[in-house]
């Protein structure tokens, strides 16, 4: 239950970055929650506009093809920590962005300029919009959508540690499988020309392997009030 307190606090925008497995998604929405912020999975929105490539039938192993449709979807993102809602020309899509082709395929769409220029606009209007505030998380939220944000937290983990929990979400997933696979997935993140994962220079950096979820969210928590504190 939201406090009085979080009614009436200073607004604050805070960016929280990270490779996958690292507790972005939990920690964010329970942060928020508590707090009274809004929230954003910028991540939901490029898995939005890939699943939109791949229903419609795009070469996503063509840039020029992608970077065409970019302008396409009508994404809109809704900012409830409790109900985090996304649709894609009206169609809610929440289910169909989890799916194991989207996922293999999000990296090469997002990495095409156009495609980060459309989704990087969205998610500054979302954040600019926000009147009580917001936690926004991603990849390189810190570093090129909100290089401003009043706070940016970089979750990292072992790689160890983000397979297994990753392979907890994805019921029946082999551990090995799934560590090669986020390994991958950051190459392609930190390698990519536009916008790479890559933590802020003056981004605080929480390594959460051997921290349990709550002792996760409690350290975030403490790190936005201590920032709404100085406002």
């Given at each position: ?123 500054r209007s979302i954040a600019a919009a926000a009147g009580r505030g917001i936690v926004v998380e991603g990849r390189d939220i810190g570093t090129t959508v909100l290089p401003d944000a009043d706070l940016k ?53 929480v390594d959460t392997s051997d921290l349990t979820l709550q002792q996760v969210i409690e350290c975030v928590v403490t790190l936005v009030e201590g920032k709404r504190a100085t406002r």
């Open positions: 239950m939201e406090s009085t307190a979080a009614r009436t606090a200073p607004a604050v925008i805070v960016a929280i970055d990270g490779p996958s497995g690292t507790g972005k998604s939990s920690t964010s929405k329970a942060v928020a929650t508590q707090l009274g912020l809004s929230y954003l999975d910028t991540g939901a929105q490029y898995r939005a506009i890939t699943w939109w490539m791949v229903t419609n039938g795009i070469d996503v192993d063509d840039p020029s093809s992608i970077a065409a449709a970019a302008g396409k979807p009508d994404i809109v993102s809704g900012t409830d920590p409790a109900a985090p809602a996304i649709t894609v020309d009206g169609t809610d899509v929440a289910g169909p962005i989890r799916t194991q082709e989207v996922t293999s395929k999000v990296s090469a769409v997002s990495a095409v300029p156009e495609v980060r220029a459309r989704i990087t606009e969205l998610q937290i970089f979750l990292t983990a072992s790689p160890e540690a983000r397979a297994a929990r990753r392979s907890g979400e994805l019921k029946g997933a082999d551990v090995n499988a799934t560590r090669e696979a986020l390994m991958k997935r950051d190459v392609a993140d930190s390698t990519r020309k536009t916008s790479p994962l890559a933590k802020a220079a003056d981004a605080v950096e």
